[in-house]
């Protein structure tokens, strides 16, 4: 069985910090892992994902995720936050194989303060 | 390009009553799939449907049902609606079936259930 495990349920940190949000994966198989965003009353966007091949993923509004399979986690990462990075935000897994169905974390609500 | 687009933004049925959602895929997508959203609960895979067939189906009972059109667009029915119901349901398409292919998400219907 796939799961997700995001730690922190809110983060917070000051326009132009550092953003690191957490995200541990169990998989049995080779996983697939996204990042999504959601924007209040909005869908989900992907930011980046991991399939094969390189393990340093970079996304989109300067994010970027670092697939460790020793650590079984990828964590997304932003050097300097932005005001328009408030948002929530949802790591996910799948299988692949005609299993295609994403299985989400609980996801991290985060805070950009001026 | 149109994105996702989902029907009605929002709904409010009583319990026992039926819900029908539509969502319409991004064009050239052939497959559609539908998470529900609780509060508390997170994002859940709900159904997923290519080229017409429902190709995998997430944990829920059969109340939860739906259908893929000619068109691609895709309908989900919700019989005999219970409080719990009540949440965000988003859909989302894809180009193929392959899990490198990203899935696009529409802005959802917000179903209440009183």
């Known amino acids: 069985a796939q799961s997700v495990t995001q730690l922190g349920s809110h983060v917070s940190v000051s326009e132009g910090a550092l953003v690191l949000l957490r995200c541990n994966y169990s998989s049995s198989v080779p996983p697939y892992l996204f990042w999504y965003v959601q924007y209040p009353n909005q869908g989900l966007q992907l930011l980046l994902k991991?399939?094969?091949?390189?393990?340093l993923v970079k996304g989109i509004n300067g994010f970027e995720a670092e697939f460790k399979k020793s650590e079984t986690s990828f964590h997304l990462t932003k050097p300097s936050a932005h005001m328009s990075d408030a948002a929530e935000y949802f790591c996910a897994v799948s299988r692949g194989g005609g299993y295609n169905k994403l299985i989400f974390g609980a996801g991290t609500r985060l805070a950009v303060h001026p | 390009e149109a994105g996702v687009t989902q029907s009605p933004t929002h709904l409010i049925k009583t319990r026992g009553q039926q819900a029908t959602l539509r969502c319409s895929p991004i064009s050239g997508h052939t497959s559609v799939y539908w998470y529900q959203q609780a509060l508390g609960l997170g994002l859940q895979f709900l159904l997923w449907y290519d080229e017409g067939e429902e190709r995998n189906r997430g944990n829920f009972p059969p109340r939860f049902s739906g259908r893929q059109f000619p068109n691609y667009s895709s309908e989900l029915n919700v019989n005999a609606l219970e409080l719990e119901d009540s949440a965000l349901y988003l859909c989302?398409?894809?180009?193929?079936?392959?899990?490198?292919?990203?899935?696009?998400f529409g802005p959802g219907t917000r179903l209440t259930v009183t």
């Open positions: 991991y399939t094969t091949g390189a393990t």
């Open positions: 989302a398409s894809s180009w193929g079936t392959a899990i490198a292919y990203e899935q696009y």
